[in-house]
């Protein structure tokens, strides 16, 4: 779904600044993930999980029988947040499983098998895209989602843990404030997540304008994913045996910028892009690893809280993507973003410099 709804909100709104879409819909997911610990708390995590998918059926069957309007643009708004509430609770089911000594490579085989996923979607969702339109990808989405959901009830059904201690939103933040080795690590989350944002709004777009059919843009962004599946696991091992995260996120935000600085280069070549894409996304990989490993290191399964502050980085980072993209738009052609993001990336040099070793 993530790789074509840029494409779909430009064909029902008539415009390609979708900065407003994502604006809108990840200032909800930042409310409703500061809030999110008091719902888990209640219900439980396996319960909010399994609800969230819940959610996002019903949004589907919606969206097979609503035209390209504001009114569907409304109904993907409420499917993003409740993939931002289903996220953030597979978190908090994992880190119950999680061991600190062990959670590089637990993140990283966890990572692994999710960018499996993330390989083959845009390689389906483009190509039945281009063959069928936009219901046929609504209606093989609302088939993963029905999976989903029946093996979550299965497995996650009696994984209902709920908590007595509940902390209001400002509270949450000066708590957060005051954990001196999780802010630089909530800073690099954002700087990728800021990453991701501009690169998933923007990147179909412009390979797009270059000339690129939809069949070419799924190639490319299947050939750009594979490192999520090669090396996440390998460097969840590294983090956790030998130099850790410190280093190797240094090194990974570097090869990020170096990569991201080439989009500017207006290429009609299809292996120009792969390989741009597959470097940017060889550093992309390693700092989410890398950042997940540190994390959940110092935190255990009962920081419910924690960790879906954690998770705001994504909406904050979509909302400052949104803003910022469209206010480079109103004076710059697209390319322009890349730019910006080099800058974005290159800030968060200082704070991984200041992680803490062990």
């Known amino acids: 779904m993530i790789y074509v709804l840029s494409t779909y909100f430009k064909e029902a709104s008539g415009t390609e600044n979708v900065g407003s879409f994502y604006l809108i819909s990840y200032a909800l997911i930042l409310i409703v993930l500061l809030n999110s610990h ?62 600190d000594n062990m959670s590089g490579r637990i993140r990283g085989l966890h990572l692994t098998i999710i960018n499996l996923g993330f390989l083959l979607g845009p390689f389906i969702s483009t190509r039945i895209l281009d063959s069928f ?46 954990r001196k080795d999780i802010i630089p690590a909530y800073y690099i989350s954002f700087i990728l997540e800021f990453f991701y944002a501009l690169m998933i709004i923007y990147t179909s777009i412009y390979l797009g304008d270059l000339g690129f059919s939809w069949k070419e843009i799924g190639f490319i962004f299947t050939i750009m994913l594979i490192p999520f599946v090669l090396i996440q696991y390998p460097a969840g091992i590294l983090a956790d045996k030998k130099i850790g995260e410190k280093k190797l ?7 990020m910028a170096f990569a991201v600085s080439f989009c500017m280069f207006e290429s009609g070549s299809l292996i120009f892009w792969c390989l741009v894409l597959f470097l940017t996304r060889i550093g992309a990989a390693l700092v989410e690893i890398l950042r997940d490993s540190y994390f959940f290191k110092r935190i255990d399964g009962r920081d419910v809280d924690l960790i879906n502050f954690f998770r705001t980085a994504t909406p904050v980072a979509y909302i400052i993507a949104s803003i910022v993209s469209s206010v480079v738009l109103l004076f710059f ?10 800058f974005f990336i290159l800030s968060a040099i200082i704070p991984a410099l200041r992680l803490k070793k062990g």
């Open 38 to 99: 008091k719902l888990t708390r209640k219900l439980g995590k396996g319960r909010v999980f399994i609800f969230s998918i819940l959610i996002k059926i019903i949004a589907n069957i919606l969206l097979l029988y609503v035209a390209p309007s504001y009114f569907s643009i409304g109904i993907l708004v409420i499917y993003l947040v409740a993939v931002g509430i289903e996220w953030a609770n597979l978190d908090v089911i994992l880190e119950s499983f999680s061991k």
């Open 333 to 342: 052609p697209v390319k322009a973003i890349f730019l910006v993001l080099v």
């Open 133 to 178: 339109g936009f219901h046929n990808v609504f209606l093989f989405s609302l088939f993963i989602n029905i999976i989903i959901f029946i093996s979550s009830i299965v497995s996650f059904r009696n994984i209902s843990d709920t908590f007595s201690y509940d902390l209001k939103t400002f509270e949450l933040i000066k708590k957060v404030s005051q």
């Open 249 to 255: 996120i240094v090194f990974a935000l570097l090869i």
